[in-house]
Protein backbone atom coordinates (compact mmCIF):
# COMPACT_ATOMS: atom_id res chain seq x y z
CA UNK A 1 0.00 0.00 0.00
CA UNK A 2 2.38 2.87 1.21
CA UNK A 3 4.82 3.54 -1.93
CA UNK A 4 8.63 3.83 -0.95
CA UNK A 5 8.38 7.10 -1.77
CA UNK A 6 6.17 8.42 0.09
CA UNK A 7 8.47 7.64 3.26
CA UNK A 8 10.56 10.30 1.89
CA UNK A 9 13.65 9.03 3.57
CA UNK A 10 14.52 6.46 1.81
CA UNK A 11 13.28 3.36 -0.17
CA UNK A 12 11.99 1.09 3.31
CA UNK A 13 10.28 2.72 6.40
CA UNK A 14 12.01 1.36 9.34
CA UNK A 15 8.92 -0.36 11.91
CA UNK A 16 9.21 2.38 14.55
CA UNK A 17 8.59 5.00 12.35
CA UNK A 18 5.38 3.19 11.02
CA UNK A 19 4.66 2.33 14.74
CA UNK A 20 4.84 5.90 15.78
CA UNK A 21 2.70 7.49 13.03
CA UNK A 22 -0.13 5.21 13.95
CA UNK A 23 0.33 5.48 17.23
CA UNK A 24 -0.07 9.49 16.09
CA UNK A 25 -3.07 8.15 14.03
CA UNK A 26 -4.92 6.88 17.11
CA UNK A 27 -4.13 9.90 18.84
CA UNK A 28 -5.80 11.77 16.18
CA UNK A 29 -8.67 9.99 15.99
CA UNK A 30 -9.22 9.34 19.63
CA UNK A 31 -8.79 13.49 20.85
CA UNK A 32 -11.29 14.01 17.90
CA UNK A 33 -13.90 11.37 19.55
CA UNK A 34 -13.27 12.44 23.32
CA UNK A 35 -14.05 16.38 21.83
CA UNK A 36 -17.70 15.16 21.31
CA UNK A 37 -17.33 13.90 24.63
CA UNK A 38 -15.80 16.90 26.75
CA UNK A 39 -19.00 18.94 24.17
CA UNK A 40 -21.31 16.81 25.90
CA UNK A 41 -20.01 17.04 29.29
CA UNK A 42 -20.04 20.85 28.84
CA UNK A 43 -23.59 21.23 27.82
CA UNK A 44 -24.76 19.40 30.71
CA UNK A 45 -22.97 20.83 33.54
CA UNK A 46 -23.40 25.09 31.54
CA UNK A 47 -27.61 23.55 31.75
CA UNK A 48 -26.70 22.85 35.31
CA UNK A 49 -24.94 25.94 36.16
CA UNK A 50 -28.56 27.91 34.80
CA UNK A 51 -30.75 25.45 36.55
CA UNK A 52 -29.59 25.04 39.32
CA UNK A 53 -30.40 28.44 41.22
CA UNK A 54 -33.78 28.56 40.77
CA UNK A 55 -33.85 26.09 43.95
CA UNK A 56 -32.75 29.35 45.97
CA UNK A 57 -35.86 31.06 45.21
CA UNK A 58 -38.19 27.78 44.86
CA UNK A 59 -38.02 24.62 46.57
CA UNK A 60 -37.06 21.85 44.52
CA UNK A 61 -39.65 19.71 45.72
CA UNK A 62 -42.61 21.92 44.24
CA UNK A 63 -41.00 22.27 41.10
CA UNK A 64 -40.91 18.80 40.35
CA UNK A 65 -44.53 17.74 41.94
CA UNK A 66 -46.19 21.39 41.28
CA UNK A 67 -49.07 20.94 39.68
CA UNK A 68 -48.78 24.34 38.05
CA UNK A 69 -46.93 26.39 35.22
CA UNK A 70 -47.56 30.06 36.13
CA UNK A 71 -44.57 31.47 34.73
CA UNK A 72 -45.69 35.13 34.77
CA UNK A 73 -48.61 35.43 37.26
CA UNK A 74 -48.35 37.60 39.92
CA UNK A 75 -47.89 34.84 42.17
CA UNK A 76 -45.06 32.70 40.21
CA UNK A 77 -45.52 29.02 40.02
CA UNK A 78 -43.37 26.93 38.41
CA UNK A 79 -44.37 23.57 38.64
CA UNK A 80 -43.30 20.78 36.09
CA UNK A 81 -45.88 18.51 36.18
CA UNK A 82 -48.21 19.33 33.39
CA UNK A 83 -45.34 20.01 31.07
CA UNK A 84 -44.23 16.41 31.78
CA UNK A 85 -47.58 15.04 31.67
CA UNK A 86 -47.95 16.87 27.92
CA UNK A 87 -44.58 15.93 26.91
CA UNK A 88 -45.50 12.68 27.83
CA UNK A 89 -49.04 12.20 25.91
CA UNK A 90 -47.85 13.65 22.71
CA UNK A 91 -45.06 11.08 22.93
CA UNK A 92 -47.05 8.33 23.86
CA UNK A 93 -49.37 9.24 21.11
CA UNK A 94 -46.70 9.47 18.56
CA UNK A 95 -45.49 5.65 19.73
CA UNK A 96 -49.03 4.62 19.14
CA UNK A 97 -49.20 5.45 15.68
CA UNK A 98 -45.46 5.14 14.62
CA UNK A 99 -44.70 2.05 15.84
CA UNK A 100 -47.19 -0.19 14.44
CA UNK A 101 -47.05 1.88 11.09
CA UNK A 102 -43.18 2.22 11.41
CA UNK A 103 -42.62 -1.98 11.76
CA UNK A 104 -45.12 -2.87 9.23
CA UNK A 105 -43.04 -0.61 6.42
CA UNK A 106 -39.95 -1.76 7.79
CA UNK A 107 -41.03 -5.43 7.18
CA UNK A 108 -42.22 -4.94 4.10
CA UNK A 109 -39.24 -3.08 2.75
CA UNK A 110 -37.02 -5.68 4.20
CA UNK A 111 -39.24 -8.96 3.59
CA UNK A 112 -42.03 -8.59 1.14
CA UNK A 113 -40.61 -5.75 -1.29
CA UNK A 114 -39.07 -6.54 -4.74
CA UNK A 115 -35.68 -4.95 -4.72
CA UNK A 116 -36.94 -2.06 -7.53
CA UNK A 117 -39.61 -1.39 -5.07
CA UNK A 118 -37.30 -1.07 -1.96
CA UNK A 119 -34.74 1.06 -4.06
CA UNK A 120 -37.38 3.45 -4.72
CA UNK A 121 -39.15 3.38 -1.37
CA UNK A 122 -36.14 3.61 1.15
CA UNK A 123 -34.68 7.28 -0.61
CA UNK A 124 -38.70 8.54 -0.48
CA UNK A 125 -39.33 7.59 3.21
CA UNK A 126 -35.25 8.95 4.25
CA UNK A 127 -36.60 12.13 2.82
CA UNK A 128 -39.05 12.38 5.10
CA UNK A 129 -36.14 13.54 8.03
CA UNK A 130 -35.20 16.28 5.61
CA UNK A 131 -38.31 18.82 5.78
CA UNK A 132 -38.02 20.98 8.16
CA UNK A 133 -40.27 20.47 11.38
CA UNK A 134 -41.70 24.21 11.01
CA UNK A 135 -42.96 22.89 7.59
CA UNK A 136 -44.60 19.60 9.36
CA UNK A 137 -46.03 22.54 12.18
CA UNK A 138 -47.36 24.62 9.03
CA UNK A 139 -49.33 21.36 7.66
CA UNK A 140 -50.26 20.64 11.30
CA UNK A 141 -51.62 24.10 11.56
CA UNK A 142 -53.33 24.07 8.16
CA UNK A 143 -54.77 21.05 7.40
CA UNK A 144 -54.33 18.12 10.36
CA UNK A 145 -56.62 20.95 12.56
CA UNK A 146 -59.37 21.50 10.34
CA UNK A 147 -59.49 17.79 9.36
CA UNK A 148 -58.87 16.89 13.05
CA UNK A 149 -62.00 19.29 14.04
CA UNK A 150 -64.60 18.00 11.65
CA UNK A 151 -63.35 13.65 11.95
CA UNK A 152 -63.67 13.87 15.55
CA UNK A 153 -66.50 16.83 16.48
CA UNK A 154 -63.78 18.53 18.28
CA UNK A 155 -64.18 22.23 19.29
CA UNK A 156 -60.66 22.72 17.96
CA UNK A 157 -57.84 20.72 16.04
CA UNK A 158 -55.20 21.97 18.18
CA UNK A 159 -54.33 19.51 20.53
CA UNK A 160 -52.31 16.50 21.40
CA UNK A 161 -53.63 14.17 19.02
CA UNK A 162 -52.00 17.09 16.08
CA UNK A 163 -48.74 16.83 17.56
CA UNK A 164 -48.85 13.02 17.89
CA UNK A 165 -49.72 12.81 14.28
CA UNK A 166 -46.66 15.25 13.27
CA UNK A 167 -44.28 13.62 15.17
CA UNK A 168 -45.11 9.98 14.25
CA UNK A 169 -44.27 11.31 10.43
CA UNK A 170 -41.09 12.84 11.53
CA UNK A 171 -40.06 9.36 13.74
CA UNK A 172 -40.98 7.11 10.78
CA UNK A 173 -37.61 7.87 8.49
CA UNK A 174 -35.78 6.07 11.96
CA UNK A 175 -38.05 3.54 12.87
CA UNK A 176 -38.30 2.12 9.44
CA UNK A 177 -34.14 2.32 8.49
CA UNK A 178 -32.93 1.17 11.67
CA UNK A 179 -35.60 -1.39 12.23
CA UNK A 180 -35.17 -2.64 8.33
CA UNK A 181 -31.40 -2.71 9.07
CA UNK A 182 -32.24 -5.44 12.37
CA UNK A 183 -34.41 -7.57 10.23
CA UNK A 184 -31.83 -7.54 7.30
CA UNK A 185 -29.85 -8.64 10.04
CA UNK A 186 -31.65 -11.41 10.64
CA UNK A 187 -29.27 -14.72 9.01
CA UNK A 188 -30.96 -15.80 5.84
CA UNK A 189 -30.75 -19.74 7.68
CA UNK A 190 -33.08 -18.62 10.43
CA UNK A 191 -35.89 -18.52 7.27
CA UNK A 192 -34.84 -21.05 5.41
CA UNK A 193 -35.13 -23.52 8.08
CA UNK A 194 -39.09 -22.13 8.97
CA UNK A 195 -40.54 -22.13 5.50
CA UNK A 196 -38.69 -25.38 5.35
CA UNK A 197 -40.47 -26.32 8.54
CA UNK A 198 -43.63 -25.76 6.75
CA UNK A 199 -44.48 -22.37 8.05
CA UNK A 200 -45.76 -19.62 5.62
CA UNK A 201 -43.95 -16.15 4.70
CA UNK A 202 -45.81 -14.69 6.63
CA UNK A 203 -45.74 -16.79 9.81
CA UNK A 204 -42.06 -16.66 9.12
CA UNK A 205 -41.72 -12.71 8.83
CA UNK A 206 -44.41 -12.67 12.28
CA UNK A 207 -42.85 -15.82 14.39
CA UNK A 208 -39.21 -15.79 13.46
CA UNK A 209 -37.67 -12.79 12.07
CA UNK A 210 -39.08 -10.54 14.02
CA UNK A 211 -38.53 -11.38 17.16
CA UNK A 212 -35.16 -11.96 16.19
CA UNK A 213 -34.18 -8.56 15.62
CA UNK A 214 -36.43 -7.62 18.60
CA UNK A 215 -33.74 -5.77 20.12
CA UNK A 216 -32.82 -3.99 17.13
CA UNK A 217 -36.35 -3.25 16.55
CA UNK A 218 -37.05 -1.75 19.90
CA UNK A 219 -33.71 0.14 19.74
CA UNK A 220 -35.42 1.83 16.83
CA UNK A 221 -38.34 2.46 18.14
CA UNK A 222 -36.36 4.38 21.21
CA UNK A 223 -34.12 6.18 19.23
CA UNK A 224 -37.24 7.48 16.71
CA UNK A 225 -38.70 8.22 19.98
CA UNK A 226 -35.92 9.67 21.78
CA UNK A 227 -35.40 12.04 18.37
CA UNK A 228 -39.44 13.48 18.92
CA UNK A 229 -39.63 13.92 22.48
CA UNK A 230 -36.99 16.98 21.67
CA UNK A 231 -38.61 17.93 19.01
CA UNK A 232 -40.42 21.66 19.49
CA UNK A 233 -41.83 23.38 16.38
CA UNK A 234 -44.36 21.65 14.98
CA UNK A 235 -45.25 21.10 18.74
CA UNK A 236 -45.47 24.76 19.53
CA UNK A 237 -47.43 25.38 16.42
CA UNK A 238 -50.48 22.89 17.07
CA UNK A 239 -51.05 21.40 20.22
CA UNK A 240 -52.24 24.70 22.01
CA UNK A 241 -50.09 25.02 24.70
CA UNK A 242 -52.12 24.65 27.40
CA UNK A 243 -50.54 24.08 30.86
CA UNK A 244 -53.04 21.70 31.86
CA UNK A 245 -52.37 18.15 33.03
CA UNK A 246 -55.03 15.71 30.74
CA UNK A 247 -54.58 12.62 29.36
CA UNK A 248 -57.56 13.49 26.75
CA UNK A 249 -55.43 12.83 23.48
CA UNK A 250 -58.09 15.48 22.21
CA UNK A 251 -57.78 18.16 24.80
CA UNK A 252 -54.61 20.95 24.25
CA UNK A 253 -51.26 20.04 26.10
CA UNK A 254 -47.94 22.16 27.07
CA UNK A 255 -44.82 20.27 26.12
CA UNK A 256 -41.48 21.25 28.33
CA UNK A 257 -39.76 21.87 24.12
CA UNK A 258 -42.36 24.04 23.28
CA UNK A 259 -42.39 26.08 27.03
CA UNK A 260 -38.85 27.11 26.77
CA UNK A 261 -39.02 27.75 23.01
CA UNK A 262 -41.74 30.24 23.93
CA UNK A 263 -40.47 31.70 26.92
CA UNK A 264 -37.35 31.54 26.72
CA UNK A 265 -36.77 34.59 24.33
CA UNK A 266 -38.82 37.30 26.38
CA UNK A 267 -37.15 36.26 30.06
CA UNK A 268 -34.88 38.73 31.79
CA UNK A 269 -31.65 36.84 32.21
CA UNK A 270 -30.88 35.66 36.10
CA UNK A 271 -34.57 35.77 36.48
CA UNK A 272 -36.28 32.55 38.81
CA UNK A 273 -38.24 32.48 35.12
CA UNK A 274 -35.01 32.22 33.52
CA UNK A 275 -33.42 29.28 35.73
CA UNK A 276 -36.81 27.65 35.94
CA UNK A 277 -36.57 27.54 32.12
CA UNK A 278 -33.22 25.85 32.67
CA UNK A 279 -34.00 23.27 34.98
CA UNK A 280 -37.10 22.17 31.91
CA UNK A 281 -34.38 21.81 29.84
CA UNK A 282 -31.97 19.58 31.87
CA UNK A 283 -35.00 17.83 32.83
CA UNK A 284 -35.61 17.29 29.36
CA UNK A 285 -31.73 16.32 28.69
CA UNK A 286 -31.63 13.83 31.24
CA UNK A 287 -35.03 11.92 29.90
CA UNK A 288 -33.66 11.69 26.41
CA UNK A 289 -30.07 10.80 27.46
CA UNK A 290 -31.78 8.18 29.17
CA UNK A 291 -33.82 6.87 26.70
CA UNK A 292 -30.79 6.68 23.98
CA UNK A 293 -28.77 4.51 26.69
CA UNK A 294 -31.42 2.35 27.10
CA UNK A 295 -31.28 1.77 22.54
CA UNK A 296 -27.89 1.57 22.79
CA UNK A 297 -28.12 -1.06 25.30
CA UNK A 298 -30.20 -2.61 23.60
CA UNK A 299 -28.59 -2.28 20.46
CA UNK A 300 -25.35 -3.47 21.99
CA UNK A 301 -27.36 -6.85 22.84
CA UNK A 302 -28.18 -7.17 19.45
CA UNK A 303 -25.01 -7.44 18.22
CA UNK A 304 -23.52 -9.96 20.68
CA UNK B 1 4.01 21.70 9.69
CA UNK B 2 4.66 25.12 8.53
CA UNK B 3 1.58 24.91 6.87
CA UNK B 4 -0.52 23.78 9.14
CA UNK B 5 0.99 26.53 11.98
CA UNK B 6 0.06 29.36 9.53
CA UNK B 7 -3.58 28.22 9.30
CA UNK B 8 -3.75 27.83 12.89
CA UNK B 9 -2.50 31.38 13.19
CA UNK B 10 -5.08 32.60 10.34
CA UNK B 11 -7.71 30.97 11.86
CA UNK B 12 -6.36 33.16 15.14
CA UNK B 13 -6.07 36.56 13.27
CA UNK B 14 -9.97 35.91 11.81
CA UNK B 15 -11.43 34.75 15.51
CA UNK B 16 -10.20 38.40 17.03
CA UNK B 17 -11.14 40.38 14.63
CA UNK B 18 -14.70 38.66 14.05
CA UNK B 19 -14.91 39.00 17.97
CA UNK B 20 -13.95 42.97 17.71
CA UNK B 21 -16.15 43.47 15.09
CA UNK B 22 -19.04 41.57 17.40
CA UNK B 23 -18.03 43.80 20.33
CA UNK B 24 -18.46 46.91 18.26
CA UNK B 25 -21.94 45.66 17.31
CA UNK B 26 -24.14 47.23 19.74
CA UNK B 27 -21.39 50.33 20.44
CA UNK B 28 -22.38 51.78 16.42
CA UNK B 29 -25.78 50.97 17.22
CA UNK B 30 -26.03 53.66 19.85
CA UNK B 31 -23.29 55.51 18.46
CA UNK B 32 -26.00 56.06 15.13
CA UNK B 33 -27.85 58.29 17.36
CA UNK B 34 -25.70 61.42 16.93
CA UNK B 35 -24.14 60.83 13.25
CA UNK B 36 -27.99 60.31 11.96
CA UNK B 37 -27.37 57.29 9.98
CA UNK B 38 -29.65 54.12 11.38
CA UNK B 39 -31.59 53.70 14.18
CA UNK B 40 -32.63 50.33 15.87
CA UNK B 41 -35.90 50.33 16.97
CA UNK B 42 -37.18 46.80 19.04
CA UNK B 43 -40.18 45.77 20.90
CA UNK B 44 -43.66 45.52 21.08
CA UNK B 45 -45.01 42.82 18.75
CA UNK B 46 -48.30 44.89 18.72
CA UNK B 47 -46.78 47.84 17.80
CA UNK B 48 -43.89 45.98 15.42
CA UNK B 49 -46.60 46.40 11.76
CA UNK B 50 -47.43 50.44 13.30
CA UNK B 51 -43.46 51.15 13.73
CA UNK B 52 -42.52 49.66 10.50
CA UNK B 53 -45.36 51.68 8.52
CA UNK B 54 -44.02 54.77 10.65
CA UNK B 55 -40.46 53.73 9.69
CA UNK B 56 -40.93 53.59 5.91
CA UNK B 57 -42.73 57.07 6.08
CA UNK B 58 -39.73 58.33 8.01
CA UNK B 59 -36.86 56.88 6.03
CA UNK B 60 -39.32 58.27 2.67
CA UNK B 61 -38.96 61.64 3.78
CA UNK B 62 -35.63 61.98 5.28
CA UNK B 63 -33.01 60.02 2.18
CA UNK B 64 -30.10 58.30 3.44
CA UNK B 65 -31.33 57.42 7.03
CA UNK B 66 -31.96 53.91 7.73
CA UNK B 67 -34.86 52.53 10.48
CA UNK B 68 -35.10 49.00 11.24
CA UNK B 69 -37.88 47.92 12.81
CA UNK B 70 -38.10 44.29 14.67
CA UNK B 71 -40.20 42.96 17.14
CA UNK B 72 -40.28 40.37 19.73
CA UNK B 73 -42.46 41.49 22.32
CA UNK B 74 -42.20 44.16 24.81
CA UNK B 75 -39.64 43.17 27.26
CA UNK B 76 -37.34 42.23 23.88
CA UNK B 77 -37.31 45.80 23.43
CA UNK B 78 -36.42 46.82 27.18
CA UNK B 79 -33.88 44.21 27.09
CA UNK B 80 -32.41 45.33 23.95
CA UNK B 81 -31.58 49.02 25.98
CA UNK B 82 -30.87 47.80 28.52
CA UNK B 83 -27.67 45.92 26.54
CA UNK B 84 -27.30 48.99 24.65
CA UNK B 85 -27.90 47.00 21.60
CA UNK B 86 -30.91 48.92 20.37
CA UNK B 87 -31.38 53.32 20.28
CA UNK B 88 -35.54 52.67 20.95
CA UNK B 89 -37.83 50.67 22.54
CA UNK B 90 -41.50 50.36 21.40
CA UNK B 91 -43.77 48.89 24.21
CA UNK B 92 -47.38 48.03 24.74
CA UNK B 93 -46.68 48.67 28.95
CA UNK B 94 -45.16 50.72 30.86
CA UNK B 95 -41.35 49.85 31.78
CA UNK B 96 -41.15 47.70 35.07
CA UNK B 97 -39.45 48.34 38.18
CA UNK B 98 -36.73 45.44 37.33
CA UNK B 99 -35.87 47.59 34.09
CA UNK B 100 -35.88 50.82 35.29
CA UNK B 101 -33.43 50.28 37.75
CA UNK B 102 -31.38 48.43 35.49
CA UNK B 103 -31.28 51.46 32.93
CA UNK B 104 -30.72 53.99 36.12
CA UNK B 105 -27.71 51.73 36.62
CA UNK B 106 -26.57 52.50 33.34
CA UNK B 107 -27.04 56.10 33.55
CA UNK B 108 -29.50 56.28 31.40
CA UNK B 109 -33.12 56.20 33.32
CA UNK B 110 -35.66 55.66 30.82
CA UNK B 111 -37.54 58.15 29.15
CA UNK B 112 -41.59 57.25 27.74
CA UNK B 113 -43.21 58.70 24.70
CA UNK B 114 -47.08 57.52 24.12
CA UNK B 115 -47.16 57.25 20.55
CA UNK B 116 -50.28 54.75 20.11
CA UNK B 117 -53.55 53.85 21.74
CA UNK B 118 -54.73 50.89 21.47
CA UNK B 119 -58.08 49.08 21.92
CA UNK B 120 -57.74 44.95 22.82
CA UNK B 121 -60.52 43.34 21.29
CA UNK B 122 -62.54 40.15 22.06
CA UNK B 123 -63.02 38.28 19.07
CA UNK B 124 -65.32 35.81 18.55
CA UNK B 125 -66.78 32.92 15.90
CA UNK B 126 -68.98 34.71 13.10
CA UNK B 127 -71.80 32.40 14.25
CA UNK B 128 -71.78 32.79 17.83
CA UNK B 129 -74.82 35.04 18.02
CA UNK B 130 -73.39 36.74 21.61
CA UNK B 131 -72.26 40.25 20.62
CA UNK B 132 -71.55 42.06 23.50
CA UNK B 133 -70.18 40.73 26.95
CA UNK B 134 -69.35 43.34 30.79
CA UNK B 135 -65.97 43.34 32.32
CA UNK B 136 -67.06 40.80 34.85
CA UNK B 137 -68.21 38.30 32.25
CA UNK B 138 -65.21 37.94 30.41
CA UNK B 139 -63.09 37.90 33.36
CA UNK B 140 -65.17 34.57 34.44
CA UNK B 141 -64.96 33.21 30.75
CA UNK B 142 -61.30 33.53 31.09
CA UNK B 143 -60.54 32.28 34.23
CA UNK B 144 -62.52 29.94 33.88
CA UNK B 145 -65.35 30.19 36.21
CA UNK B 146 -67.87 30.00 33.38
CA UNK B 147 -67.49 27.46 30.54
CA UNK B 148 -70.42 27.54 28.51
CA UNK B 149 -71.57 30.00 26.38
CA UNK B 150 -75.10 29.17 27.65
CA UNK B 151 -73.98 30.55 31.03
CA UNK B 152 -73.47 34.67 29.08
CA UNK B 153 -76.95 34.24 26.99
CA UNK B 154 -75.42 32.31 24.19
CA UNK B 155 -76.14 28.74 22.67
CA UNK B 156 -75.23 25.63 25.34
CA UNK B 157 -71.60 25.43 23.53
CA UNK B 158 -68.36 24.70 25.30
CA UNK B 159 -65.88 27.85 25.44
CA UNK B 160 -62.22 27.67 24.70
CA UNK B 161 -59.90 30.70 25.31
CA UNK B 162 -57.04 31.72 23.06
CA UNK B 163 -54.88 33.59 24.71
CA UNK B 164 -51.44 34.78 23.72
CA UNK B 165 -47.90 33.63 24.78
CA UNK B 166 -47.67 34.10 28.67
CA UNK B 167 -44.61 36.56 27.67
CA UNK B 168 -46.73 38.80 25.71
CA UNK B 169 -47.53 42.21 26.88
CA UNK B 170 -51.32 42.11 25.76
CA UNK B 171 -51.28 38.54 28.16
CA UNK B 172 -50.34 41.00 31.08
CA UNK B 173 -52.77 43.77 30.33
CA UNK B 174 -55.88 41.81 29.71
CA UNK B 175 -55.14 39.68 33.00
CA UNK B 176 -54.93 42.98 34.83
CA UNK B 177 -57.50 45.22 33.65
CA UNK B 178 -60.24 42.44 32.93
CA UNK B 179 -59.31 39.81 35.15
CA UNK B 180 -57.81 41.79 38.64
CA UNK B 181 -54.44 40.11 37.84
CA UNK B 182 -56.16 36.34 38.57
CA UNK B 183 -54.30 33.44 36.18
CA UNK B 184 -55.91 32.59 33.20
CA UNK B 185 -57.93 29.21 33.02
CA UNK B 186 -55.39 26.22 32.91
CA UNK B 187 -57.30 25.28 29.76
CA UNK B 188 -56.87 28.15 27.59
CA UNK B 189 -54.65 27.45 24.50
CA UNK B 190 -51.18 30.00 24.36
CA UNK B 191 -51.03 30.77 20.78
CA UNK B 192 -47.59 31.92 19.00
CA UNK B 193 -48.94 35.01 17.52
CA UNK B 194 -51.58 37.06 16.98
CA UNK B 195 -52.19 35.45 13.18
CA UNK B 196 -52.72 32.03 14.77
CA UNK B 197 -55.38 33.85 17.55
CA UNK B 198 -57.53 35.03 14.60
CA UNK B 199 -57.06 31.74 13.14
CA UNK B 200 -58.10 29.58 15.80
CA UNK B 201 -61.48 31.66 16.54
CA UNK B 202 -62.26 32.15 12.93
CA UNK B 203 -62.74 27.92 12.76
CA UNK B 204 -63.95 27.47 16.39
CA UNK B 205 -67.64 27.96 16.73
CA UNK B 206 -67.32 28.10 20.79
CA UNK B 207 -63.63 30.05 20.32
CA UNK B 208 -62.71 33.47 22.19
CA UNK B 209 -59.87 35.33 22.03
CA UNK B 210 -58.21 38.46 22.58
CA UNK B 211 -56.41 40.36 19.37
CA UNK B 212 -55.60 44.15 19.25
CA UNK B 213 -58.28 46.84 17.23
CA UNK B 214 -55.55 46.83 14.09
CA UNK B 215 -55.70 43.18 13.92
CA UNK B 216 -59.50 42.13 13.71
CA UNK B 217 -60.46 40.67 10.28
CA UNK B 218 -63.75 39.45 8.32
CA UNK B 219 -63.72 36.02 9.91
CA UNK B 220 -64.24 36.92 13.43
CA UNK B 221 -66.53 39.05 14.68
CA UNK B 222 -65.36 41.55 17.76
CA UNK B 223 -67.27 42.32 20.83
CA UNK B 224 -68.63 45.09 22.46
CA UNK B 225 -67.65 45.47 26.04
CA UNK B 226 -69.84 46.98 29.02
CA UNK B 227 -67.37 48.69 31.77
CA UNK B 228 -69.53 47.01 34.45
CA UNK B 229 -74.08 45.97 34.27
CA UNK B 230 -75.05 49.27 34.72
CA UNK B 231 -72.94 50.88 31.82
CA UNK B 232 -73.59 50.55 28.26
CA UNK B 233 -71.80 48.12 25.80
CA UNK B 234 -68.99 49.39 23.84
CA UNK B 235 -67.49 48.84 20.32
CA UNK B 236 -64.05 49.19 19.70
CA UNK B 237 -63.80 52.73 17.51
CA UNK B 238 -61.59 55.26 17.09
CA UNK B 239 -64.20 57.66 18.51
CA UNK B 240 -64.97 55.14 21.80
CA UNK B 241 -61.38 54.96 22.40
CA UNK B 242 -60.39 58.60 21.99
CA UNK B 243 -63.27 59.24 24.43
CA UNK B 244 -61.97 57.00 26.72
CA UNK B 245 -65.79 54.96 26.86
CA UNK B 246 -63.93 51.38 25.67
CA UNK B 247 -62.83 50.08 28.80
CA UNK B 248 -60.17 48.04 27.18
CA UNK B 249 -57.79 50.60 25.62
CA UNK B 250 -54.00 50.81 26.68
CA UNK B 251 -51.85 53.45 25.38
CA UNK B 252 -48.87 52.10 23.51
CA UNK B 253 -45.28 53.65 24.11
CA UNK B 254 -41.53 54.39 22.58
CA UNK B 255 -38.92 54.13 25.02
CA UNK B 256 -35.21 56.28 25.21
CA UNK B 257 -32.56 55.14 27.12
CA UNK B 258 -31.74 59.21 28.66
CA UNK B 259 -33.19 61.91 26.77
CA UNK B 260 -33.18 60.63 22.89
CA UNK B 261 -30.53 61.48 20.38
CA UNK B 262 -31.92 63.90 17.53
CA UNK B 263 -32.14 61.37 14.57
CA UNK B 264 -34.37 59.67 17.56
CA UNK B 265 -36.11 62.56 18.63
CA UNK B 266 -36.52 63.11 15.22
CA UNK B 267 -38.71 59.97 14.50
CA UNK B 268 -40.64 59.95 17.82
CA UNK B 269 -41.76 63.49 16.79
CA UNK B 270 -42.81 62.19 13.26
CA UNK B 271 -44.72 59.18 14.57
CA UNK B 272 -47.19 61.96 16.25
CA UNK B 273 -47.05 64.53 13.52
CA UNK B 274 -49.73 64.70 11.19
CA UNK B 275 -48.35 62.56 8.86
CA UNK B 276 -47.67 60.24 11.74
CA UNK B 277 -51.12 60.16 13.02
CA UNK B 278 -53.03 59.40 9.37
CA UNK B 279 -50.70 56.44 9.23
CA UNK B 280 -51.61 55.62 12.81
CA UNK B 281 -55.40 55.35 11.99
CA UNK B 282 -54.79 53.60 8.46
CA UNK B 283 -53.10 50.68 10.47
CA UNK B 284 -56.46 50.35 12.79
CA UNK B 285 -54.78 51.83 16.08
CA UNK B 286 -55.56 55.72 17.83
CA UNK B 287 -53.46 58.62 17.76
CA UNK B 288 -52.33 59.73 21.29
CA UNK B 289 -55.28 62.24 22.35
CA UNK B 290 -53.97 65.80 22.51
CA UNK B 291 -51.37 65.80 20.47
CA UNK B 292 -53.32 68.07 17.43
Known amino acids: MVSPAAGGRGPRRSRRSVRRESRRAEFVLGSLASVSLVVLGLVFFSLLREALPLFRHYPAAEFFTGLEWRPTSVDQRFGLVPLLTGSLLVTVGAAVIAVPFGVAVALFVSEVAPARVREFLKPCLELLAAIPSVVYGFIGLTVVSPLLRDVFGLSSGLSALNGSILLAVMALPTIVTLSEDALRAVPESYRAASLAMGASRWETMVHVTLPAARSGVTAAVMLGLGRVIGETMAVLMVTGNAAQITFDIFDSVRTMTATVAAEMAETPWGTPHYHALFSVGATLFMITFAVNMVADFLLRKEAR | ?276 RAITEEMGFVPPAGGR
Not at chain 2, 152 to 159: E, N, Q
Request: aromatic share 6%.
Open chain 2, 1 to 276: MCTGRTTLGLALVVLLVGGALAGCGPGTAADGEGTGGTLVVRGSDTLVNLSAAWAEAFMEANPGVQVSVSGGGSSTGFAGLIEGSVDLATASREVNDFERQALIDRGTPPVEHVVAVDAVTMIVHPSNPVRELTMSQLADILTGQVTNWADVGGPDLAITIYSRETSSGTYAFVRERVMGNKDYAASARLLPSTYAIIEAVAQDRGGIGYVGMGYVTDAVVALKVAGDEASEPVEATVENVTSGAYPLARNLFIYSAGEPGPLAKAFIEFCTSETG
